[in-house]
């Protein structure tokens, strides 16, 4: 009995740690993400299936409208889940976010629709990889576990991170590569209690995905380096052109998204209008439209002209971008790694041509092209490695790939500071830097320093008016509304000095209103404010609804950032004291 005693309190204190406990969770978010990952693989073929899409649209089996208006119909169906049914879009710069600046707590019904409409858009033709979706879908687990488990702030970081881990490795069949992965672009940087438990999640989940529904991705030959000296420089090359597209590629990206923004139509029909766009261009090359992964192991296996994959590469560029920044769901990853095999592919071609029988074949160079387009683009070198690594089983091209990988960095990092996750969160007003928010600027929102009860006009009333509200007020602007109570304007001093010249008491507040406004939204940070301040030389901005820009939901000054910031400030000192 005492024996038994002895064991028992051994046990309880070996294993009733906090750490053993994580561990064993993560076994169960690995195993839950792994089932998640099989489930969505499954989906994403039948709705292929039911879309006509298998190994892209077989343009002779279907007449040119269906090519065209498929993805369009993908679109619209995505377009009306995202506007009625999904308050917030994640992707992984929305995980990145969530997991430095909101204490981790992810929309578990905005994360699994996001999902669900990445598999709309990826099967109706949208030029999107099914990577990033799973990150989130593993994410959602994580999160939903924690959320069972009541897991406080940090220990739902860890969580999280376990899922998204599992989700990447369970797609690429890559466990490495989801750990680095996570670690690299989620976190930002390596600590000792959340490497273990995502470690121990991306092995449980790879371990489901592989045996259970046997998910498979690219098949590889192998390739060894022919001539080493010769072809370092190649590849040196190559690692730079990577670069180069890399930032066409973010650039592109944002422009596009940029683009939709601007265009005047309801929210609803911007993934459609993207869709048709897309569709438009497959009607002539649907190599370009889906996951591409057999148009990719072609490239590999030498069996496209230097022609046929220049046109591919910049043809996926503009896909991809349409598809994404027209509000289509979907990721980045295997995009780059389409786009890494066809500039890869073309430029080993041309070597082939200048030193025929002298060095490896165009598809080696297609091969280390797709980890140094990916590792350009997501700035992960070391999770582009490991993915090549892990998808080739093969070790005769590491090194090549990786001087490829690192070189793409320093380009693409040279050429445009931000990756293709952290721009989407920099133009949020984010600055994220190993994990963490930088500036504590960067972690203030203008919902939590503005003010709600504003003091407007009606622009119908005169001048002598505003005259006497200024005098009375002591405040120099005002909001200006219209006959319904929208947000027609903004009114100020200035305006009253330089357009109302004396006597003219009885001139309506609307002649003199400024119309064309810079506006602010409740979930921006103090940050981008402050720097719209700074470069528009103004003190206030309306602030107003992301869907409605003419519903004033509040007032923000120069005042009202300085005394938000003193104040947080003082808690941030308070805190490290």
């Known amino acids: 009995m005492l024996e038994y005693s002895r064991i028992k309190e051994y046990i309880t204190r070996r294993f009733d740690t906090e750490s053993a406990k994580i561990n064993s969770i993560a076994i169960i978010i690995g195993l839950l993400t792994g089932l998640v990952i099989g489930v969505y693989d499954r989906a994403l073929q039948y709705f292929s299936t039911l879309f006509g899409m298998q190994r892209g649209f077989l343009v002779h089996e279907f007449p040119p409208y269906y090519v065209i208006f498929m993805p369009a119909l993908g679109g619209l169906i995505v377009g009306i889940i995202s506007y009625f049914l999904i308050k917030k879009r994640y992707g992984v710069d929305g995980l990145i976010e ?151 590629l973010i650039r592109t990206l944002y422009y596009t998204k940029d683009f939709f923004s601007k265009i005047d139509i ?25 996951l591409g992964y057999d148009v990719i192991t072609d490239a590999i296996s030498n069996q496209f002209t230097f022609k046929l994959m220049i046109i591919l590469l910049f043809l996926k560029i503009l896909a991809f971008s349409l598809s994404l920044g027209s509000g289509g769901s979907g990721g980045s990853i295997v995009p780059s790694l389409f786009m890494g095999a066809m500039l890869g592919g073309a430029f080993g071609t041309a070597a082939n041509v200048f ?82 928010e930088v500036d504590i600027m960067s972690s203030m929102f203008v919902k939590d320093a503005m003010i709600t009860h504003v003091q407007t006009v009606s622009e119908d009333k005169n001048v002598e008016t505003l005259t006497v509200l200024m005098q009375v007020s002591r405040h120099v602007g005002f909001p200006v509304l219209d006959s319904k109570g929208k947000l027609s304007g903004i009114v100020t001093l200035s305006d009253l000095r330089s357009k109302v010249k004396s006597g003219e008491v009885n001139q309506k507040i609307g002649d003199i209103a400024t119309r064309n406004l810079e506006v602010a939204y409740p979930d921006e940070t103090l940050d981008a404010v402050l720097r719209r301040f700074a470069s528009k030389q103004i003190g206030r901005l309306p602030v107003v609804d992301r869907e409605d820009k003419t519903t004033l939901l509040g007032l923000i000054t120069r005042s009202d950032i300085v005394n938000s910031y003193n104040k947080k400030v003082v808690e941030t000192v308070r805190d490290k004291a």
């Open 98 to 248: 969530t997991v430095a600046l909101r204490g981790a707590k992810l929309n578990l019904l905005d994360s699994f629709l996001e999902v669900f409409a990445s598999i709309i858009t990826i099967s109706s033709g949208g030029s999107l990889g099914k990577e990033a979706p799973g990150i989130l879908a593993g994410a959602g687990t994580g999160a939903f576990v924690g959320r069972i488990l009541k897991s406080p702030e940090k220990q739902l970081q860890i969580l999280l991170g376990c899922g998204a881990a599992g989700g990447i490795a369970a797609a690429f069949n890559a466990p490495l590569a989801g750990v680095v992965f996570v670690v690299e672009v989620i976190y930002g940087e390596l600590e000792t209690k959340t490497f273990i438990p995502i470690v121990i999640s991306s092995v449980f989940a790879t371990l489901v995905s592989s045996t259970i529904f046997g998910v498979q991705i690219i098949q590889i030959p192998s390739y060894v380096l022919v001539s080493p000296y010769k072809e370092f420089v190649l590849y040196l090359i190559l690692g730079l052109l990577a670069g180069i597209v890399s930032t066409i």
């Open 266 to 290: 309801h929210p609803i029909f911007k993934p459609a209008l993207g869709g048709l766009a897309v569709g438009t261009i497959g009607l002539f090359y649907p190599r370009v439209l889906g």
């Open 355 to 436: 030193f025929p029988g002298m060095i490896a074949e165009s598809g080696a160079y297609a091969l280390v092209g797709m980890g140094a387009v990916f590792a350009g683009t997501a700035r992960a070198p070391l999770t582009a490695i490991l993915i090549l690594f892990e998808i080739t089983r093969d070790y005769n091209l590491i090194l090549p790939l990786m001087f490829a990988c690192v070189l793409s960095n320093v380009m693409s990092n040279a050429l445009y500071p931000e990756s293709i996750f952290t721009e989407g969160l920099r133009r949020k007003g984010f600055k994220i830097r190993k994990g963490r």
